[in-house]
Every structure is written in structure tokens, then in C-alpha cells.
């Protein structure tokens, strides 16, 4: 049996690079920078926290105030009386953000499966964009600084934001099937961490000249985005003429299918056809499946709550790091901001390494439990980090590399597959909308997380902090470890047939 079955691998495994066109490659560009400019936007935000905060408080509780703007014009445009304050403010607004994010998620999932999904992708880039040029440029150069509306156009943020993460999920689901699904989806979901490193990038080099600028460059670059992506991207391989996915992959043995161990029965064969979300049949056009549907999926759930707790640390990290290293080791914002950035690449290559090993495997869990065991050690260590920047980047790598790398794989590849399995294919559009569900239960977590972190922070100190990143990491373990145990038993069940064919 396991003979067999190894050979059936190399087809899929070359049908990977065979069934790759230009096509393919423009795709994969498009929805990757789609979604980095978006990232890049609001890395914007958590890059200038200080300087936002030391804008928001008065000269009297503030030495650098004067220097930065007349005295006059500093005490009209003070919004708190302490530096406290504006940094619970700051907080509060993360939380508001992902709180509408989340809610926008669920709904963008369902939109998104059924309108185009181009569409929906650049309308939600270009609008953005002229709400974060609202929020930090326009307030700031007609001197109007008002909480209540810098919140209303945080909520409007966080809607608009949603409708990126499920529609460049089922387009990349519509042109790569499952063949090295892990590897594909590990690198590509890199986007996010490019997005942190080029909204740093642009944030420190305009920072200088005022907050203000910094969000003027990257709303720019995002509507920019947006328009390129109107007219560039393609949804659906069958907008060019091109088969829809599963005709090469119906040979491929049970074996092959990374999501079976997750959604399928043992005793069930498996015939994966990764239909596309866009496509149309001639005889019967797939209807979108339902919300509560989705929901019921195998394994959506234990994914949905384990992201929750996952995307909470990693969102801290995102929202916090720069003013973390500002505020507890005394250095420059501008130069927090780039050591940042040691955080994101050790994502990058966590969740292409991570998605091969699961290729190869064959196996999610197993993978993901591995490195969050580890992502333990490496909170430990870092929140012990000395105030020596060589250090603090390696130390920020690695723990980019287990925490980052996981939480791509889960909102990504596992989404994909989740969206993918035996109970919808062929009758039911499903994969924007359980990506919608992942993410947005993980939005959730990340919501409430950001303003327990100030909350933390404040009264207890930073240490406390990690001390909550390791608890939040560890209930991600617990979450999935039902789908981790079933894994590692196929795993060996699958190694004594071997055994035995041998």
C-alpha cells in the first residue's frame, strides 16, 4: 500500500512547477503586494505611537513639546493629561480596530464568495487608504484632534481592511491547488511580514518630517496598489482560458491530500477536485455555502479559537514591538522601528520552512505543535533580552520564526485546506468564507488581547506581558492538540505500512 502510494506523490509534487504559467506568477504577485501594502499601512500606525503620544499630551508633562511646535498650538491640540493616557488611548484604538476588523471578516468572507473578488479587493485598498489619510494626515495639517472621531475612522479602518485577507486567500486557492499547497501558501503568506518591513521602512525614513507624512506615503502606495489590482488581477484561471484546478490531481492517492487527516473519515476515499471559488459550470453553478455551514466544517472551529490565542501574540508583537524597545530599552523610535523588522523576517522564513515540512509530512498539527513548543522558549528568553541590539534581533528573529511561522500557516495554507475539503467540494463556494471565520475569530482574540496588553503593561510591568504571550501560546497547543494526536497516530500508522511493504 505504501509503495504505491509514494509514487503517486511525484506527479503532484512536478505538477507544481509543470501547470505553472505566467499567469500563475502574475497572480501570486499581485495578491502578495495587495495584501503587504495593506499590512504596510498599519504597520504605520503601531511605528508612530510615540510620536502620536508625544503629540497628544501637553508641554507641561511633555520636555521635546516646544521644540517640535509652538506653544501655542501644542496646548490647543493636547488630548490627554499624561503620556499614560495617550498610551492606554493608543490601545484602545488597536482593540477598536480589530474588534470592526473581525466583524468585517466575517461578512468580507461572504461577500467575497459571491461578487468578484477583485472587486471587492479594490475597493477595500482604495478606500482604506483615503481613511488612513484621514486619520493621520488630514487631522494633523488642519490641526483637528478629536478621540471620537479618530475612533469612528478607526472602525470605518478596520471594516474596509477586512475585505483583503479572504479575497486574496481565494484567489490564490482559485490558481494553486494542493499540490505543495504548504510551501506555496508558506511563502507567499510572507506578505504580511513584507507589508510590517515596508511599512517600517517607509515610516522611519519620512519620520523625521512629522507623523503625518508617514501616513501619507503609505496611503498613497496602497491606493495606488488598489488601482493596479482593479485592473491586473485575474480570479479565476477560466478569465484567460485556462482549466480549472483538479483535472491533474485526480490520480493522486488518499495520501496526498495534506487536509485529510484534518476534515475526512479514514475509511473514506478521497477524490480532492479544487474547484474554483469564481468559476461556473455550465450544467449547475455551485451555490456559496452558508455561514453557520462553514462553521460546522471539521476542524474550523479548533482552528478559529487556537488562532484566536495565537493571533493575539503575534498582533502584540505587530502593535507593540516598536514601542516596546522605545519604551524599556530607552532607544530612538526610528531605530526601534527598524530592529523590528528582525521580527518579520524570522516570520517569513518560519512559515516557508514550517509549510514544506508539512508538505513532505503530508501533516499540519504536528508541525505547528513543534513550533510553538518552541515559540515558549523563545517568549522566555526574549523577555530576558539585555539591552544589546545584536541580541535583541537575534533573539526577535527566532521568535519571529515559531510564532510567525504558525500563524501564517494557520491563516493561509490550513485555511485553504479547510475551504477545500470533502464536504463542499463540487456543490458549495466555501473558501473565503471559512477564511473569513479563521481570521475573524483570530481578530477577535487579537481585539481583546491589545488592550489587555496595555492593561498589563501598566499595572504590572512588561515582564507580566510575556508571561501572558507564553499563557495565550500554550492554550494554542490545547486547542488543536485533538487534531495533533490524530495526526501523529496517522503518521505512524502510516510508517508500520511501509514497514510492511518493505
Known amino acids: 500500500m505504501a509503495g504505491p502510494g509514494s509514487f503517486r506523490r511525484q506527479p503532484a509534487n512536478r505538477g507544481l512547477v509543470s501547470n505553472c504559467t505566467h499567469h500563475h506568477i502574475v497572480v501570486f504577485l499581485l495578491t502578495f503586494f495587495s495584501y ?15 510620536s502620536i503620544s508625544n503629540q497628544w499630551t501637553p508641554s507641561c508633562r511633555n520636555s521635546t513639546a516646544p521644540e517640535l511646535r509652538p506653544y501655542e498650538l501644542w496646548n490647543s491640540s493636547h488630548l490627554f493629561p499624561h503620556a499614560e493616557e495617550a498610551t492606554l488611548f493608543l490601545g484602545t484604538l488597536d482593540t477598536i480596530f480589530l474588534f470592526s476588523y473581525a466583524v468585517g471578516l466575517f461578512v468580507s468572507g461572504i461577500v467575497g464568495d459571491r461578487l468578484n473578488l477583485r472587486w471587492v479587493l479594490s475597493f477595500g485598498m482604495c478606500s482604506s487608504a483615503l481613511v488612513e489619510f484621514s486619520f493621520g494626515t488630514l487631522t494633523e495639517w488642519l490641526h483637528f484632534y478629536n478621540k471620537w472621531f479618530y475612533c469612528c475612522l478607526w472602525v470605518v479602518n478596520g ?5 483583503g485577507w479572504p479575497c486574496v486567500v481565494a484567489v490564490m486557492g482559485n490558481w494553486f491547488g494542493k499540490a505543495g499547497r504548504g510551501f506555496v ?6 506578505c504580511a511580514s513584507v507589508g510590517n518591513i515596508l511599512g517600517a521602512f517607509l515610516a522611519s525614513c519620512v519620520l523625521k518630517y512629522g507623523y503625518e507624512y508617514a501616513f501619507l506615503v503609505t496611503a498613497s502606495v ?4 488598489g488601482v493596479i489590482v482593479f485592473f491586473g488581477l485575474l480570479t479565476s484561471p477560466k478569465e484567460v482560458g485556462l482549466p480549472e484546478l483538479g483535472a491533474d490531481e485526480d490520480e493522486v492517492s488518499v495520501e496526498e491530500d495534506a487536509n485529510r487527516p484534518l476534515m475526512g473519515n479514514d475509511d473514506v476515499d478521497d477524490d480532492d477536485r479544487n474547484y474554483s471559488i469564481q468559476a461556473t459550470d455550465n450544467d ?4 456559496a455555502i452558508g455561514f453557520f455551514q462553514a462553521c460546522c466544517l471539521p476542524g474550523v472551529v479548533l482552528y478559529s479559537l487556537a488562532y484566536a490565542c495565537l493571533k493575539l501574540v503575534n ?3 505587530f502593535f507593540w514591538l516598536p514601542f516596546y524597545l522605545s519604551n524599556n530599552f530607552g532607544w530612538k523610535e526610528a531605530e526601534a522601528d527598524q530592529l523590528s523588522i528582525w521580527y518579520d523576517v524570522g516570520g517569513i522564513i518560519g512559515g516557508t520552512i514550517q509549510g514544506l515540512i508539512s508538505d513532505v509530512l503530508q ?3 504536528p508541525v505547528l505543535a513543534v513550533s510553538l513548543l518552541f515559540a515558549v522558549g523563545s517568549l522566555f528568553g526574549y523577555s530576558r533580552s539585555p539591552n544589546s541590539k545584536p541580541i535583541n534581533a537575534v533573539i526577535m528573529a527566532i521568535t519571529g520564526f515559531f510564532i510567525g511561522g504558525p500563524s501564517n500557516m494557520i491563516s493561509s495554507a490550513i485555511s485553504a485546506d479547510l475551504g477545500r475539503q470533502d464536504l463542499v467540494k463540487g456543490s458549495s463556494e466555501a473558501l473565503a468564507t471559512v477564511t473569513g471565520i479563521v481570521d475573524g475569530t483570530g481578530s477577535i482574540g487579537a481585539a481583546v488581547g491589545q488592550y489587555l496588553v496595555s492593561l498589563i503593561q501598566e499595572n504590572l510591568g512588561w515582564m507580566w506581558v510575556f508571561y501572558f504571550f507564553i499563557l495565550m501560546t500554550s492554550s494554542t497547543i490545547l486547542f488543536i492538540s485533538p487534531l495533533i494526536v490524530r495526526e501523529i497516530r496517522l503518521l505512524l500508522h502510516e510508517r508500520r505500512l511501509r514497514m510492511l511493504a518493505e
Request: hydrophobic share 40%.
Open 36 to 50: 503587504s501594502l495593506l499590512h504596510a499601512s498599519r504597520k504605520t500606525f503601531s511605528n508612530v505611537k510615540v
Open 159 to 163: 471594516l474596509l481592511q477586512s475585505t
Open 185 to 190: 501558501f508558506g511563502l507567499w503568506s510572507a
Open 222 to 225: 496602497q491606493f495606488a496598489g
Open 284 to 287: 449547475n453553478q455551485p451555490k
Open 315 to 317: 498582533y502584540s508583537f
Open 363 to 365: 501533516k499540519r498539527a
